[in-house]
């Protein structure tokens, strides 16, 4: 499929068609990149998207626990010198 360039005051913009517009689940937002001379353009992905699930597993396991070699090894000002407010 081509899409015309057009002129929107200094800068350039394509329309992009209902049907494409839709299949893309666009919104109000799009990410832009361009990767090799080439535009794309897709959804916004959501920071932290699954994390949920994933600590909820992790939890589930018992895989959401600090490693006793990691503990051992940290050093005495870390529960020395903090305040916890």
Known sequence: MKASIIKIGNSRGIRIPKPVFEQCGFED????A???KELVIRSPRIPRE???VA???MAESGDDV???SVAEEMPPWDDQEWEWK
Do not use: A, I
Not at 29 to 32: D, R
């Open 29 to 32: 937002e799009v990410e832009l």
């Open 55 to 57: 600590f909820k597993s």
């Open 34 to 36: 361009v990767q090799d």
């Open 66 to 68: 600090l490693p006793l």
């Open 50 to 52: 699954g994390w949920e």
